[in-house]
């Protein structure tokens, strides 16, 4: 996701390597990618709020909600089959669908590189 890539140095690369594919459950880390206070069912700690926020301002920067680009991220990598983002009303699907639609510069991408918020070898969408 875009909060946690650790997966890309262990987990991904075995999974490529045995011809498997994953399902990402959860590209909005419990809801704190999409405005909520929790991160991984618990309260966000002081140094997760610190990196949301930064990546929020590269996205608004780019005109992009932090959403959408947290439901494209995890796809650009070659082992991920699909998300679940976890809609629970018709409401939160429909703004789901709305993120899906956004255009997303490449140039978001490379500033978050840039700006060490996403790790330098994660997969980005083209």
């Known amino acids: 996701t875009l909060l946690e890539q650790d997966p890309l140095e262990s987990l991904l690369p075995a999974v490529e390597k045995h011809g498997a594919s994953i399902v990402i459950g959860g590209p909005f880390n419990s809801g704190i990618l999409v405005g909520r206070e929790t991160w991984n069912y618990i309260k966000a700690p002081d140094d997760v709020m610190t990196r949301v926020r930064a990546i929020a301002r590269v996205c608004d ?25 976890g809609p629970r009303s018709a409401e939160e699907l429909n703004q789901i669908l709305e993120w ?4 997303i510069p490449g140039s978001l991408w490379s500033d978050l590189k840039n700006e060490k918020l996403i790790a330098a ?6």
């Open 100 to 103: 899906w639609e956004t255009d």
């Open 61 to 85: 920067a780019h005109g992009v909600p932090l959403p959408a680009a947290a439901l494209r991220f995890p796809l650009a990598h070659p082992t991920v089959a699909s998300i679940i983002p």
């Open 121 to 126: 070898n994660a997969p980005v969408p083209a």
